[in-house]
């Protein structure tokens, strides 16, 4: 097990921003992984499980606890009989939903253009072009602090618009970002691995007598055209974590079935905004991007003012989809 000390965060953010960890350590098995909450525990240090850092803000003063990422030992993909497969949590969601595709497996060829790894994908109940990874999950296998196993169907992890029990078990109160001072719980359960039940392509499309049964090549297709969607519309090019604010349940009294939080925020003008080095997306308003030298309280200070003035226009209040951590 490696453990390293005051681990600038900024190398494992999109954002490309954020202080030091205290300690930063990388786990192989779930030995090493108790043995890293036993030294947080007995030293009175919160911790946080990082996948690949996608949608996570870590303040310019660090995290005075313990990060841990799971290693290549949790990134296995097993192909199962009857359209089934196994993936360790840290397996990178984009090559997960490729296997798919190579198997001729239908599901979750459209979230190829997701950048975290399956566990925060399964954490947040990731999604994308009306496929989300819940859709598809049967089983999530789980670790808590004592290094018990605890294996759940997808109904138990209580799947919902990026949501699922996970958080719920290892929420630290009241927020991951401005508490974290030593007082926060350590993460209660880690996702280790998940099984998913995916439907073969080949089988699709058989119950009319016109009905044309789909290929791999079909599932290849659809997913270059969600890539190259995301190429377009999103500011790939430029640092990021993804879309800042959740969808909206209803839009404003005016405009009641627009969910997109972009719309809004462009609608009050803000696309280019800038506060220091963080930028409102001139392609994606629902983007805030590093600019250039943006520091996690330039792009904090802008995702609040964003809140604060589509809040004035509209009476509409945004929720961050993004994970802040450490204090602001």
Request: glycine fraction near 10%; charged fraction near 20%; hydrophobic fraction near 40%.
């Amino acid at each position: 097990m490696e453990i390293l000390e005051n681990e600038p965060m900024s190398r494992h953010t999109s954002f490309k921003v954020g202080g030091p960890a205290k300690f930063f350590a990388k786990v192989e098995n779930t030995s090493e992984l108790v043995e890293v909450y036993r030294k947080a525990q007995e030293s009175g240090l919160p911790s946080f499980l990082l996948g690949k850092g996608t949608n996570l803000l870590v303040s310019d003063k660090g995290f005075d606890g313990y990060i841990i990422q799971l290693g290549k030992s949790f990134s296995e993909i097993e192909i199962l009989e009857g359209g089934k497969i196994r993936a360790g949590a840290a397996t990178p969601l984009a090559r997960l939903a490729r296997t798919s595709i190579t198997q001729g497996l239908e599901g979750m060829h459209k979230l190829a253009g997701i950048p975290g790894s399956l566990g925060g994908a399964i954490y947040m109940n990731a999604g994308a072009y009306g496929q989300e990874i819940g859709n598809t999950c049967v089983e999530v296998v789980s670790a808590d602090s004592a290094g018990a196993l605890h294996t759940r169907t997808a109904a138990e992890c209580k799947f919902s618009y990026r949501h699922s029990l996970f958080q719920e078990l290892n929420a630290m109160p009241p927020s991951v970002a401005e508490k974290c001072a030593g007082s926060c719980k350590n993460h209660a359960e880690v996702v280790l691995s998940a099984t998913f039940q995916l439907m073969p392509a080949a089988s699709l499309g058989k119950t009319t007598a016109q009905a044309v049964p789909r290929t791999a090549a079909d599932l290849e297709r659809e997913m270059q055209e969600c890539m190259e969607k995301r190429r377009k519309s999103q500011p790939l090019s430029m640092p990021n974590a993804g879309s800042t604010f959740k969808r909206l349940a209803a839009g404003a009294a005016d405009t009641p079935t627009q969910i997109a939080p972009g719309y809004y925020i462009e609608q009050a003008g803000l696309k280019g905004y800038r506060i220091g080095g963080a930028e409102v997306s001139q392609v994606h308003a629902n983007f805030i991007v590093n600019a250039g030298n943006a520091t996690a309280s330039d792009i904090k200070t802008l995702s609040e003012f964003v809140q604060n003035a589509v809040f004035e226009k509209f009476g509409i209040k945004l929720q961050r989809e993004i994970i802040l951590l450490g204090k602001f």
